[in-house]
């Protein structure tokens, strides 16, 4: 079946909503701790300053306009508190960048009556500027260099912190969440590419994950007995059936005297010895060991073995030295399956079958392409044509075969770890592809 487009496997989507959630949770806590920081913060701010514009009044008002120049030097000289003169000629910004700002501002002007003007800056100068009034002349007190906010950096330092705890939190989780389906679906893979005995852990504490795996242990075991007891009958069947076979041949060969009549029967009983040897090859069990192996050099055997000019003609493309994973013996099965289905089925009327092997290379995969120049397969029966027993048309139903060289071809490559491929070609015939991993 076509992948989607856009796929995202369950590890991410699990992370990304694990993530998203707990971020927002984060994002939640560290605004909601703002708003609730941010009123005491404006009240505490607030009384201080209004304490040291007092303060700075109450010298002022209790000194006389001789002395009152010497004390507003000296606050002048202070790291903490600068007093200067207020002209009219003074420019200044309203502090209302933030609403902390705001809350602070509003609560100074409530101690230190409607005549308060607090700023961020005067006469381009930044600062935390209160102006007041004493005697009927206006000062400056600037409080600090800077403006008093609560979004300090200890604030960004400890959301980053949070959200990146956030981030291994959610991927640990969510690697742990999905850890069980991993082994459930490498060990699906195990069964489906016929490896019976693969088992999954039955001691694991999760209830449910402990029940699964104990299901399916018990499928696997199940499905090993089914596979072991057909392949026992069929080379059961296959070893009964043989002896006869070549029994009624010699007699056939010796009793029957009309040329053609023994002809006749000893094809069909070579006949009914290939469709067994088909059912052997079909049920053969699955243990390969895959090595590197000379791609041109199976195909031109395997094509010399089947050429024969007024049945079928093979031309050959490989390139040389060209080498690929598989078991040599398996591979030659493969080929050897591809060149007689299309001998059967790949020709045109009264005429010999013409195969063209050509090969093409995608990055880590080879692609050897079989093709005929036959009929070709309805478009509706191609995803059919490797079942078992099935032939494409009706004209195949009185074809000599067992139904079984495709499905051989299939299960072969899937023990290979290769892929098959079947089209029309755009011009005439079936197209057989079959892709399997380059070797170095």
């Not at 392949?231 to 009964?240: C, E, F, N, Y």
């Amino acid at each position: 079946m076509p992948r989607p487009q856009l796929a995202l496997n369950l590890f991410w989507r699990t992370f990304a909503l694990i993530a998203l959630l707990l971020a927002g949770s984060v994002m939640a806590w560290q605004l909601t701790f703002r708003a609730l920081d941010a009123e005491p913060r404006a009240l505490q701010a607030a009384r201080q300053l209004a304490s040291l514009v007092n303060l700075s009044r109450a010298a002022l008002a209790n000194t006389d306009a001789i002395n009152r120049l010497a004390v507003i030097g000296s606050m002048s000289r202070s790291e903490v508190v600068k007093v200067r003169l207020a002209d009219a000629q003074d420019h200044w910004q309203p502090y209302d960048e933030s609403s902390f700002d705001r809350r602070l501002a509003a609560e100074l002007v409530t101690r230190l009556g409607p005549g308060t003007v607090v700023a961020r800056s005067v006469n381009e100068l930044p600062g935390l500027w209160v102006r007041y009034t004493v005697d009927q002349q206006d000062y400056w007190l600037q409080a600090s260099d800077a403006p008093l906010s609560v979004e300090t950096s200890a604030h960004w330092w400890w959301l980053g912190i949070a959200l990146l705890a956030t981030a291994l939190g959610s991927a640990l989780i969510a690697r742990l969440i999905n850890q069980p389906l991993r082994e459930l679906a490498d060990a699906a893979g195990r069964i489906r590419e016929g490896e019976y005995d693969s088992r999954l852990d039955e001691t694991t504490m999760t209830s449910e994950i402990r029940e699964v795996n104990m299901g399916f242990n018990r499928m696997a075991r199940e499905l090993a007995r089914i596979e072991e007891d057909r392949t026992v009958m069929l080379a059961g069947i296959s070893h009964d059936l043989r002896t006869p076979l070549a029994r009624l041949r010699l007699e056939a060969e010796m009793s029957v005297q009309d040329d053609e009549a023994r002809q006749f029967m000893v094809q069909d009983i070579d006949q009914l010895d290939a469709i067994i040897h088909k059912f052997m090859d079909y049920a053969r069990p699955t243990e390969l060991q895959l090595r590197p192996v000379a791609l041109a050099e199976i195909v031109e055997r395997e094509a010399q073995a089947v050429r024969a000019p007024d049945q079928i003609r093979i031309n050959v493309e490989v390139p040389a030295g060209l080498k690929v994973w598989a078991d040599e013996t398996d591979l030659a099965r493969v080929i050897l399956n591809l060149f007689e289905n299309a001998r059967r089925y790949g020709h045109l009327p009264e005429l010999p079958t013409q195969v063209d092997v050509s090969c093409d290379q995608a990055g880590a995969w080879i692609g050897l392409v079989v093709r005929d120049h036959g009929p070709g397969v309805p478009q509706d029966k191609l995803a059919h044509l490797t079942t078992p027993f099935y032939r494409g048309d009706a004209a195949r139903t009185a074809a000599t075969g067992a139904g079984l060289g495709l499905a051989i071809v299939e299960k072969s490559l899937q023990r290979l770890g290769g892929q098959l491929e079947l089209a029309n070609a755009e011009d005439g015939g079936l197209q057989a592809t079959i892709r399997l991993q380059r070797a170095a």
